[in-house]
């Protein structure tokens, strides 16, 4: 079975930053593009970043230049610097992982970490 634990959420005051993680583990052979979506109370989850394994980046227009995702791939992890945090980012941040169990395995799995409350003060 394939996990993904995030850390890092909690309370900041606008302005601040925060430095989400996200690490994959379990039976897996690799993990293609990770991302981290986000949801508000009321809202759709949305994508926030997304980065493929070879280093390419996605971001959403409401957090670019505000956001980094990077990915360790020899730790199966990505990470979201956020920085200039507005309250306007208040969700759950949900880390996502498209997983080929192993060899054999020729259609990637997603995966979703159990999320991470991200909460910023005006």
């Known amino acids: 079975q394939v996990q993904l634990v995030e850390s890092g959420g909690g309370l900041v005051q606008a302005g601040g930053s925060l430095r989400l993680s996200c690490a994959a583990s379990?039976?897996?052979?690799?993990?293609?593009?990770m991302g981290w979506y986000r949801q508000a109370p009321g809202k759709q989850r949305e994508l926030v970043a997304r980065?493929?394994?070879?280093?390419?980046?996605n971001y959403a227009d409401s957090v670019k230049g505000r956001f980094t995702i990077s990915r360790d791939n020899a730790k199966n992890t990505v990470y979201l610097q956020m920085n200039s945090l507005k309250p306007e980012d208040t969700a759950v941040y949900y880390c996502?992982?498209?997983?080929?169990?192993?060899?054999?395995?020729?259609?990637?799995?997603?995966?979703w970490g159990q999320g991470t409350q991200v909460t910023v003060s005006s």
């Open positions: 996502s992982a498209d997983v080929l169990p192993s060899t054999y395995s020729y259609t990637p799995i997603p995966y």
């Open positions: 980065i493929t394994r070879g280093g390419s980046t």
């Open positions: 379990g039976r897996l052979f690799s993990i293609n593009a």
